[in-house]
């Protein structure tokens, strides 16, 4: 146990060392989906296959390759206790006007069932501010998947 809490304390910025053989991008991606899927009522079928269609259509994997790097994100997943460090690999990697492109991901999923919790809007809002979104952005975001699924 004391090992698992110096870990924590000496974690470093970067991901962990077995996601280096990913994209980090889309790794730190996948584990804010995840977070956005499991928030509220855990993950159902249809939102790890949304996950993997995003992973699929977004970042040019393979079936195999989303699969893995999806099993990959959700162990980071369960072994993180905040988002901070997938944020700030966004933050650091991404343009700055590319990265409302993150919460359309992560608005994919909390609106597959077409209802909005609370703390599915409080998830995208507080990471929305650790990307340094705007709120204007993040509400254009999320209107951009309510029209593709209304289309």
């Known amino acids: 146990m004391f090992d698992k809490l110096k870990s924590l304390f000496n974690a470093t910025d970067d991901l962990a060392p077995a996601a280096k053989t990913a994209d980090p991008v889309a790794l730190a991606a996948c584990v804010l989906m995840i977070e956005a899927a499991a928030i509220e009522d855990g993950i159902a079928d249809d939102e790890w296959q949304t996950i993997m269609r995003l992973l699929q259509e977004h ?8 699969a893995a790097l999806r099993e990959q994100a959700h162990a980071l997943h369960a072994d993180s206790v905040q988002l901070l460090r997938f944020t700030r690999t966004l933050k650091d990697e991404v343009p700055h006007e590319e990265r409302d492109m993150i919460l359309e991901l992560m608005w994919e999923i909390v609106l597959a069932d077409d209802q909005l919790g609370p703390l599915e809007d409080t998830l995208i809002r507080r990471v929305a501010g650790l990307l340094y979104v705007s709120d204007r ?13 209304q289309a």
């Open 137 to 149: 952005d993040r509400g254009a975001a999320r209107k951009r998947v309510l029209a593709r699924k």
């Open 59 to 66: 970042f040019s994997l393979s079936q195999p390759d989303a």
